[in-house]
């Protein structure tokens, strides 16, 4: 796991993020995917790492069969990265940093309402929640500061 002014995170989970809502695999996956959020929201910076994130980390070591270890999982990060840096028009690779700020959020927000990254998303069984959260405005997201907006 990182220091706590910096979050790895794997490409896909940047998409996760926009749409999360507490709820999620496993207990053990909801605490990480909770606290990254607030870390996030808290200053901490974004790294990028192909694999196990400081999300998942602690989950593929812990249960017998984690969703990490799918094959589609790895193929979901390259999608999202792929789809994201094009949306923002800058390459982001493994061992990128950057602060997923709320003009951050905002942007890929409306870009996924948008169906940008479907691509990525249809590999995943939560897409149709995370479609109809983002058609319903991102209402009740924990991803966001109090004043944020959609």
Not at 16 to 35: E, H, N
Not at 75 to 103: M, N, P, V
Not at 108 to 134: M, S, V
Request: proline share 4%.
């Amino acid at each position: 796991m990182s220091d706590n002014q910096t979050v790895r995170l794997r490409g896909h989970h940047l998409l996760c993020l926009l749409t999360y809502k507490g709820l999620g695999y496993s207990p053990d996956f909801v605490a990480g995917m909770t606290a990254t959020a607030g870390r996030l929201l808290a200053g901490a910076t974004v790294e990028l790492v192909e694999g196990a994130d400081d999300i998942c980390a602690p989950l593929c070591l812990a249960e017998e069969h984690p969703h990490c270890h799918e094959a589609t999982v790895p193929e979901r990060d390259r999608r999202a990265l792929s789809l994201i840096a094009d949306h923002l028009g800058r390459s982001l690779r493994t061992g990128d940093r950057f602060t997923f700020d709320e003009k951050l959020r905002a942007r890929l927000r409306a870009a996924y309402r948008d169906g940008a990254f479907k691509a990525t998303c249809e590999l995943c069984e939560w897409q149709p929640l995370c479609r109809d959260i983002a058609t319903g405005g991102y209402d009740g997201t924990l991803f966001r500061s109090p004043q944020e907006t959609t």
